[in-house]
C-alpha cells in the first residue's frame, strides 16, 4: 500500500506535537505535493500522550486511517519511551528522531532493538538557547524535515519565516528565536545525518 | 481560477461561511465543531463579513433563534456536534416542519455514553427521520463543496427544506489536507441572495408560522413535507450540475468508484470511503472485482438508485458507522436492505459496524471484508449478516 511517506508524532498535551504536524504539512504542501497532518486525540488534557500523523506524496492521498508503519516516528518528549511503543510497525528502512541530552548509544537500549536509523536532538537546549523557553517543537520539526529529507533546508528556512511571520504577526519578538532554534537544528543534525550518507554509500 | 491551499475541514467550512456571508449565525461551542463559530467571530471581528453572530447559552437555543431568524427572512445557519445536535431534537423537528431552509455545519461525533470525543455517525443517524436534508463529505473539498451547494438546495422553490452538511469529526475536521478553493465572487454568484416569497417581516404580507393544525389538515402538512424532501433528490442533482460548471468536480446522490464489473461492493459514508478506495485500487491491482460506493446524499434516502446500483454485484458490504440498538443492524443496513427488496434485487448483503466512537478502520480491514463477502459467494461460507469490525477480542 503505497500512502507516500508517513510520519507518527509522539508528545504529551501541551507540547506543540500536533502543531508541528500541522506546520510541517503546511511547508511540504509549499514543495507542490499532496499533504495530510492529523491529530490523534486521547483524554483532552495537558500533559496526556498523544500521538499526530503526516502523510506526504506525490499522489492524492485517500486514506484516512492512522499510520501504524511510518517510515519516520518524531518523539517530542523522551519520558514516553518508558510507557509508548514508539518504534511499533516503525520501516526496518526508516528512522526515530528522539527529544532527549542523551547520546544515541544511550537510547538505543530503550528501543526495542530498532535496527534502522536513530538520531537524537537536544530540543530543550536549543529551545532555551535560541529562544530562553522550551518550545521543543520548533527543533522537532527541523529534525523531522532534514531526517526525513522532506525539503531542501534553504526553501524550509524560507518557508517557515513566511509561515512564522503570518503565525506570530502579533508577537514577531519570537520570530526571530524560533527562525534561530531551526537552523541551529539543522547544523546539530549535520555531522550525523553525513555519517549515515556515508554508511549507507 | 481555483486557489490552492490547504487546511482543516473546520477551516474549509469557515471559508464557505466567509463566502457565503449568511445573515445571522447562533451557535454554542461543542468539539469537535467549535472552531467553525469560533473562525467564523474571527472572521467578522475582521471585517471580512458580517453575518450577525449571536452567542446563545445553549444548542437547543441556537437551533430556536436560527429557526427565528429564518422566519423572519433572513439566511441563517449554526454549526453543532453530538450532544450538541441531540439538544436540539425538539428544534430540527420545527425547522423542517415550518419549512426553513437554514442550513446547519455538522461535524459527526459519537453521542454518549460512554463520554467520548471522536468520530462515528450516531449523532446524524440519530436525527435521520427530523425532516433535514442529510449531505456527507468524504474530505474536506467535499465539506467545502457541499456547503457552497447547501442554500441553493434548501431554499429551492420545490424544496423549502433545512439541510445538514456533515463531516467526519477529527478525521477531517482537524485534518489538515489539500483543497481547491473558489474565488469569493463566483460562490457569492453561485449562491445568489436569498429572496424568500413569505416571511414573518414582511409588512403588509403577514403569514403566521407555527400554528396549532387540526387534525383534519396537519396530516396533509406531514404529507407535503415529505414531497419536499423527494423534490429535493432532484434539486440536489440539478445543483450539482451547477456546481460542477464552475468548479470542474461532479457530484451525485452516491459516488461510485470502479463498481461497472465489480463482483463485490462495499457501501459506506464519510472519510472511511477514502480508505475503500485506496483498498480497492490496490486489490484491483491483483485482479479483484471489488468496488465502492460512497453515500453522499442519506436524506433523501436514495433507495431506489442504490438498489439499482448494486443489481448486477454479487455481494454488498453494507457499513454502518452507528448502531441502532434494534437488534437487527445499524441505519444504513436496515434502509439498503429494504431498498433491495423492494427493487427485487436478491443479493448476498452483510451489515458491518465500524469505527464507533473513533476506532480506526483501515485499509487491511477493507481487505477482510472483501475477504469474507467472497468466502460467502465462492465458498459458501455462513456469514454473520449484522457484525462489528475491529472490536477487541
Not at chain 1, 83 to 99: F, R
Not at chain 2, 323 to 330: L, P
Request: proline share 4%.
Amino acid at each position: 500500500m503505497s500512502s507516500g511517506f508517513e510520519i507518527r508524532w509522539h508528545g504529551r498535551g501541551g507540547q506543540g506535537a500536533k502543531t508541528a504536524a500541522l506546520l510541517l504539512a503546511d511547508v511540504a504542501f509549499q514543495t507542490g505535493r499532496y499533504v495530510q497532518g492529523f491529530p490523534e486525540y486521547g483524554p483532552e488534557r495537558m500533559g496526556a500522550p498523544i500521538t499526530a500523523y503526516n502523510r506526504i506524496s506525490d499522489k492524492k492521498i485517500r486514506v484516512h486511517s492512522n499510520i501504524y508503519t511510518p517510515d519516520l516516528v518524531v518523539v517530542v518528549d523522551e519520558t514516553l519511551l518508558h510507557s509508548v511503543d514508539v518504534t511499533a510497525g516503525l520501516k526496518e528502512e526508516g528512522a526515530i528522531i528522539i527529544n532527549t541530552p542523551k547520546s544515541r548509544e544511550e537510547i538505543l537500549p530503550l528501543l526495542n532493538g530498532y535496527k534502522g536509523g536513530v538520531y537524537t536532538v537536544d530540543a530543550r537546549k536549543i529551545s532555551v538557547e535560541a529562544l530562553g523557553k522550551n518550545f521543543p517543537n520548533s527543533p522537532m520539526l527541523a529534525a523531522a524535515v532534514a531526517v526525513g529529507r522532506i525539503m531542501e533546508r534553504d526553501a524550509f528556512i524560507a518557508e517557515m519565516r513566511a509561515s512564522y511571520q503570518h503565525k506570530f504577526a502579533k508577537k514577531p519578538e519570537v520570530i526571530e528565536g524560533n527562525m534561530k532554534a531551526l537552523e541551529m537544528t539543522f547544523d546539530v543534525l549535520e555531522e550525523a545525518l553525513k555519517e549515515d550518507m556515508k554508511r549507507s554509500a | 481560477m481555483a486557489i490552492k491551499d490547504r487546511m482543516s475541514g473546520n477551516e474549509a467550512v469557515s471559508y464557505a461561511i466567509r463566502q457565503i456571508n449568511p445573515d445571522v449565525m447562533p451557535a454554542f461551542p461543542i468539539t469537535p465543531s467549535t472552531e467553525i463559530p469560533q473562525m467564523v467571530s474571527t472572521y467578522i471581528a475582521n471585517g471580512e463579513m458580517d453575518t450577525e453572530f449571536i452567542p446563545v447559552e445553549s444548542e437547543h437555543s441556537s437551533m430556536s433563534a436560527a429557526i427565528g431568524a429564518q422566519a423572519a427572512g433572513a439566511r441563517s445557519l449554526t454549526a453543532t456536534s453530538s450532544a450538541g445536535l441531540a439538544l436540539m431534537w425538539e428544534e430540527l423537528l420545527l425547522a423542517a416542519s415550518n419549512r426553513m431552509p437554514l442550513a446547519m455545519a455538522l461535524v459527526n461525533r459519537t453521542l454518549s455514553g460512554p463520554i467520548n470525543i471522536n468520530c462515528d455517525h450516531s449523532d446524524g443517524m440519530g436525527a435521520r427521520d427530523t425532516g433535514w436534508i442529510q449531505i456527507y463529505a468524504e474530505n474536506n473539498q467535499e465539506a467545502y463543496d457541499n456547503f457552497i451547494q447547501a442554500y441553493p438546495i434548501a431554499e429551492h422553490e420545490n424544496v423549502h427544506l433545512p439541510i445538514m452538511i456533515c463531516q467526519d469529526g477529527f478525521i477531517t475536521s482537524h485534518a489538515v489536507e489539500n483543497i481547491k478553493l473558489l474565488e469569493d465572487h463566483v460562490v457569492k454568484e453561485f449562491v445568489g441572495e436569498y429572496r424568500p416569497e413569505e416571511y414573518l417581516l414582511n409588512p403588509g404580507k403577514p403569514i403566521a408560522v407555527g400554528p396549532y393544525s387540526v387534525t383534519n389538515y396537519a396530516m396533509e402538512a406531514k404529507k407535503n413535507q415529505e414531497i419536499a424532501l423527494e423534490n429535493s433528490k432532484a434539486v440536489i442533482l440539478e445543483v450539482a450540475k451547477r456546481f460542477e460548471r464552475i468548479s470542474g468536480r461532479s457530484y451525485g446522490l452516491f459516488e461510485e468508484y470502479k463498481t461497472e464489473d465489480a463482483d463485490y461492493i462495499m457501501l459506506l459514508i464519510g472519510s472511511a470511503a477514502g480508505t475503500a478506495k485506496q483498498a480497492v485500487h490496490n486489490m484491483r491491482k491483483e485482479g479483484k472485482k471489488v468496488g465502492v460506493i460512497k453515500l453522499r446524499v442519506f436524506r433523501p434516502f436514495p433507495a431506489k438508485e442504490l438498489a439499482e446500483a448494486l443489481r448486477n454485484c454479487k455481494a454488498v458490504a453494507i457499513m454502518d458507522r452507528c448502531e441502532s440498538y434494534n437488534g437487527n443492524g445499524g441505519p444504513l443496513g436496515s434502509e439498503v436492505t429494504a431498498g433491495l427488496f423492494r427493487h427485487k434485487v436478491s443479493i448476498e448483503a452483510v451489515n458491518y459496524i465500524y469505527g464507533l466512537a473513533g476506532r480506526d478502520f483501515t485499509v487491511e480491514d477493507v481487505y477482510d471484508i472483501f475477504e469474507e463477502l467472497s468466502d460467502a459467494v465462492e465458498n459458501g461460507k455462513e456469514v454473520e449478516q449484522y457484525q462489528y469490525v475491529g472490536l477487541r477480542k
